[in-house]
DNA sequence: CTACCCGCTGTATCATGGTACGGAGTCAAT
DNA sequence: ATTGACTCCGTACCATGATACAGCGGGTAG
């Protein structure tokens, strides 16, 4: 396993050094020590698989913080795969919730393109006048 | 119609004041001028309106720079309910666009909620790792 | 030998959408 | 007369997720 240096970790990962690096910064990596002899420090094992990780949670909706939670999870001697599924139950309402706010927007928006002539002045125009009176139904955002 | 203050206007609007002063300087609304025989400027009439507007157009998922230039339309001599039209159609397609993104994410979750046994150790959980070998499909977040 | 890329470090900047705070002035009620 | 509520103004700060840049040093290629 030839030793990966940052940039060749960030390539392999799909992101950017300085990603990385503030990553690091974030806590969600340790930055690997400098080799005692010198050189560059070396990002290979352990440190690419949780680059990975990271980006595979992003994925997946996860934020900064909870994919360092479940990093955490990762490292705790007692953990169990209860509690990882219960952070991929929690962000799967998450993201419903967050779908279902999207759609009604969706649907207010096709309402209005619907209503609206599409041509003329403003004056005739649906979507100005609904957004004035603000009466649509409000979304997750 | 009473002169509005800065603080009526907000609640009236739904917002802060602080929020208010910060589209102000964003450059969403003019600030009135401070009457000639002084005392606190009169967000009322126009200014409410097109505070209420920012907040419809909000609900809806318009940005601020997006609810900008919607509100540059409102004013624009010649402009047709076609350019409305256009901006709402776009914003329905981002919309859409965020809807399958997410609606991808939440079938990947389901997807590894059903495979994780729920239980025992982590080394036995599917959903860390379809994490690490990060096989899930994108999504636009 | 020199150019050039890379790593290392610290710090600054960006976009987005606000929120907070300090200090001064004004106004009405107590 | 003083308190409290409010405005006004400028500036600083928050979260989120990065991205950029300056300045130094080492190794390699031409």
Redesign the pocket.
């Given at each position: 396993m030839a030793a990966l240096?940052?940039?060749?970790a960030a390539r392999s990962a799909g992101?950017?050094?300085?990603?990385i690096?503030?990553y690091e910064r974030k806590g969600l990596i340790r930055?690997p020590p400098?080799p005692t002899a010198?050189g560059?420090?070396d990002y290979g094992g352990g440190t690419l698989q949780r680059l990975r990780f990271i980006a595979g949670a992003?994925r997946l909706g996860f934020?900064?913080?909870e994919t360092a939670g479940l990093l955490a999870l990762l490292e705790a001697p007692g953990a169990s795969c209860r509690d990882v599924q219960a952070q991929a139950k929690a962000k799967r309402g998450e993201v419903q919730a967050k779908i279902e706010g999207l759609t009604r927007i969706r649907d207010s928006l096709d309402r209005l393109l619907g209503a609206c002539p599409g041509k003329g002045s403003l004056a005739d125009c649906a979507i100005l006048e609904a957004i004035e009176s603000a009466e649509n139904s409000g979304g997750t955002s």
């Open positions: 240096t940052i940039g060749k992101i950017g050094v300085e990603t690096r503030f930055q400098r010198g560059p420090r992003k934020s900064l913080a």
